[in-house]
């Protein structure tokens, strides 16, 4: 019998959607007996074997139950497939560690755009103003990223390449996560767990938001969190709207309290249109966008192929998803 894998990365947009050459290397690892089905998830979804997709759609959940053994997400965050599926006994992977390099990459550059004052620099330049003199009254702050102490919460994947790319521009590295004994990076100064983020951002002149969306970290990030960091200090969220309370954050923002946000992700999405983010001077708004990097399948289809040989040959998968933990 004709086993099947469907293929429904399309539904993210052309970008995300997985081309020809990684479509067939999926048909040549598979072999012999398998057919793969590409854009027509809803028509496919009886007997379905594997799914792989940007998380799974319930009606196509629902179908292929009974056959269905192992759903692959092109994303880190798999809440909504985990209820799906959760004991169905079907195996979960997600893509953790996959956006971690170009989302990293971000980080940093926010970090700068707001520490040498970048925004500020293109609001002169808009209204077509030669600060010199202001700049060199030390007018608009301009730390060197030497001085600029990082905090992430959610030290793992995501939260380590940030962390490693702080620690070698000469950042301070300072870091909570669920189980703080796995550690971080060489040269963090400290890990702790989910009790300590008080402290961390008491001591971050720049708390990076990079944990997993789950029942612990949602809203974890309050108007007690945003009250305990140093004043002047930055915001920057990567992970999932969820964990941040953006009206808290507006508060701060408003009172002068903070340097900055830079927030890649929302509490809803697209952002609305009368939402304060939008002409806030202190706020920088990226479209969850910071993934996004022409090198996405060079990692995604070697991640795919790899468990592709796993699965075939009865090994554990790579990124399997821990149901209790939720990612």
């Excluded at 004994?181 to 767990?193: F, I, K, L």
């Excluded at 697209?270 to 990097?293: C, E, K, M, Q």
């Amino acid at each position: 019998m004709t086993r099947r894998l469907v293929v429904d990365f399309a539904s993210q947009g052309p970008a995300w959607k997985m081309p020809p050459a990684s479509v067939q290397a999926v048909r040549e690892a598979l072999g012999a007996g398998w057919e793969v089905i590409e854009d027509d998830a809803a028509r496919a979804a009886s007997g379905t074997e594997i799914y792989f997709g940007y998380g799974i759609p319930s009606a196509f959940a629902t179908a292929a139950r009974g056959t269905l053994r192992w759903v692959h997400s092109g994303t880190a965050g798999v809440g909504g497939s985990l209820a799906l599926l959760a004991g169905a006994g079907i195996i979960l992977t997600n893509s953790a560690g996959i956006h971690a390099e170009p989302i990293a990459d971000w980080v940093i550059a926010s970090i700068a755009y707001f520490a040498r004052s970048l925004d500020w620099m293109v609001d002169l330049q808009r209204r077509h103003r030669w600060a010199r003199e202001e700049f060199a009254a030390l007018e608009f702050p301009m730390p060197e990223l030497r001085d600029v102490r990082v905090g992430v919460f959610g030290l793992g994947g995501l939260g380590s390449a940030v962390a490693v790319r702080a620690l070698a521009l000469g950042m301070p590295v300072a870091g909570v996560r669920r189980r703080p004994e796995r550690g971080g990076p060489t040269g963090v100064r400290w890990v702790g767990g989910m009790g300590d983020l008080p402290r961390l951002a008491a001591e971050s002149d720049c708390l990076v938001i990079a944990a997993p969306h789950t029942p612990d970290t949602v809203g974890a990030v309050n108007a007690d969190i945003l009250a305990r960091l140093p004043a002047g200090a930055l915001v920057i969220n990567i992970s999932r709207g969820s964990l941040l309370v953006e009206a808290d954050l507006v508060q701060a923002l408003d009172r002068g309290a903070l340097r900055g946000a830079a927030l890649d992700v929302f509490e809803r999405e697209p952002l609305p249109a009368d939402h304060p983010f939008w002409d806030h001077p202190r706020v920088l708004v990226s479209p969850h966008a910071a993934a996004r990097t022409p090198r996405f399948w060079e990692r995604e289809g070697a991640l795919i192929l790899e468990n592709i040989r796993r699965y075939l040959a009865r090994q554990p998968l790579l990124n399997v998803v821990d149901q209790e933990a939720g990612y």
